[in-house]
């Protein structure tokens, strides 16, 4: 993990922890749904999951709210929303790495994600390791 990257992805969920604690559910997850506010810079975003693997908010990509991606599979075939939603369930916090898609750069490369869940939501932001 590259510790730069990881390091900020905390901060971010820790950030819409926060948010999301004195706001409320809906207006966090309008928030954090919303690709040009506080909680979409550059390549980090946040996105939310249910215990279920359902999108619940997405920085980058409202189509994706409401959908189902527990099955969704890493460049490498890992299921890696399953992995999110395992390890907030069973940790309450943690780290998933995987491959994916830098809509930049054109190529397949490490991800990390750090997850964090709170009350019934699970509260995510991924960075991409250099």
Same mark, same amino acid.
């Given at each position: ?18 948010? @999301? ?23 980090? @975003? ?6 279920? /693997?359902?999108?619940?908010?997405? /920085?980058?990509? =409202? ?13 490498? /075939?890992?299921?890696?929303?399953? =992995? ?7 940790? /309450?916090?943690?780290?998933?790495? +995987?491959?994916? +898609? ?11 994600? +750090? ?12 960075? @991409?390791?250099?």
């Amino acid at each position: 993990m590259d510790p730069l990257t990881s390091e900020a992805a905390r901060g971010w969920v820790d950030d819409a922890k926060t948010f @999301y604690l004195i706001s409320g559910k809906r207006i966090a997850l309008a928030e954090f749904t919303n690709p040009c506010g506080m909680f979409s810079e550059g390549e980090l @975003y946040i996105f939310v999951l249910n215990f279920n /693997g359902i999108m619940l908010a997405h /920085g980058v990509n =409202e189509r994706f709210v409401g959908e189902d991606f527990i099955d969704t599979k890493d460049f490498e /075939g890992r299921h890696f929303i399953k =992995e999110i939603v395992d390890t907030a369930l069973e940790k /309450g916090s943690g780290w998933v790495e +995987y491959k994916w +898609y830098h809509p930049k750069t054109k190529q397949i490369l490490p991800k990390v994600v +750090y997850c964090e869940k709170v009350d019934n939501l699970i509260i995510c932001c991924g960075a @991409y390791n250099s």
